[in-house]
């Protein structure tokens, strides 16, 4: 040990000890940033995205189906399978909006579902899609809207 002790104070000019000391300082802060980088690299960039017009089938099938404000969450899968990843947006004309990612189909959180009924209850609510098909971001207005009955 100390061969090594003495070959870090010739060659570098620092201690063992001033040497070991930095490295307990730089350890935490460059773990840290390492996480972060990780963290932000899993995140999808969407910015690069395809408007397309084209409406995907989905299963079931949801496009222009008036439902009560009252429903369970509507889950469904894009039935393309040539993507690797898809993105809901849920968006209501009274506010409340969320987005759900998956890897081939959307299951859609209760809670947030039922938040967005609440809001909007009586109005519409919009649904795009954004898949992700060989390297490429592509944006789908699914649904035109999803009309809400209100309850009595």
């Known amino acids: 040990m100390q061969f090594w002790k003495n070959l870090l104070d010739i ?6 000890t001033s040497y070991f000391n930095l490295m307990k300082r730089i350890f935490p802060v460059s773990l840290i940033l390492i996480s972060l980088l990780h ?62 990612k998956g890897r081939k189909n959307i299951t859609i959180p209760k809670n947030k579902w039922t938040e967005l009924l609440k809001a909007n209850k009586g109005d519409s609510i919009s649904v795009t899609l954004k898949i992700l098909k060989e390297d490429k971001w592509i944006q789908i207005h699914l649904f035109s809207h999803i009309y809400q009955r209100t309850s009595h």
């Open 11 to 16: 060659r570098i000019g620092i201690t063992f």
């Open 39 to 100: 963290l932000t690299g899993c995140i999808p960039n969407t910015s690069t995205q395809v408007p397309s017009t084209a409406i995907p089938e989905i299963f079931p099938d949801y496009t222009y189906v008036t439902v009560p404000s009252t429903i369970a969450p509507l889950n469904f899968t894009p039935q393309d399978t040539s993507y690797t990843a898809v993105i809901a947006e849920f968006s209501g004309t009274r506010g409340n909006s969320f987005r759900v």
